[in-house]
């Protein structure tokens, strides 16, 4: 069983979460039976550690850690890998794979695009 | 004329900045003759009110300011209406239109569900 790891920022204000938390209850929705956990690096529980760890108990051999990030910064390329390795070492019966971050996505980057077009008036 | 400023967080690292130089790139191919500006918080350059100027010296009576911020934390909320206000005392002679973070309009949430998604198998 693959799961999938949604792997966020996190604020102090709790309102913050909205959108990432309607990924993950999108991928809910559209793949029942795939278990999918949210995880906050700082500021918003859980973190990564635990998050994996409830994946692992739930039985996935396989998890999806999924950056939802715009730019690949300094805690996507540094401090994230160190994390999943850390996931890899203490459950070690799971396949741990890293994607990107979503902003680096093209369908990403093209709904940004349109959506930022939305607020144009439609005869410049 | 309406202009379009983007503004993100930024990063030290100059790669960072790729898909929302991508999103600015995007917006002018779709809609040629509309000014189109990226301004950054910190970090990188330029800084909002150079960009603001850029697209008041344009000539622009209207700017549509798009945060390219995937939740809506203390930049977003606090920082930016600020820097929007700046922007309004120097530059009065054009309507100066704060939109919400392009990470809460639900297609953005939409495309990115789908981007994470596809890093599942298809039959889990």
Redesign the interface.
Known sequence: ??G?L?F??G???P??????Q??AD??RA??P??PVELAFLEFMAPDIATAGRSLADAGCT?V?V?P???????HV?KDLPVLVEQLRAHHPQATW?L?PA????D???????????A???HT?
């Not at 093209?110 to 959506?115: E, G, I, K, T």
């Open positions: 069983m693959t999938l949604l966020a920022h604020a102090r204000d309102n913050w979460a909205r959108p990432f309607a990924v999108r991928v559209a793949r039976g795939v396989a999806a999924v939802l990030f715009l730019g690949a910064g300094g390329r794979t994607s979503v902003g680096e996505l369908p990403v980057i093209d709904a940004m695009a349109r959506a930022a077009e607020f144009l008036p410049p």
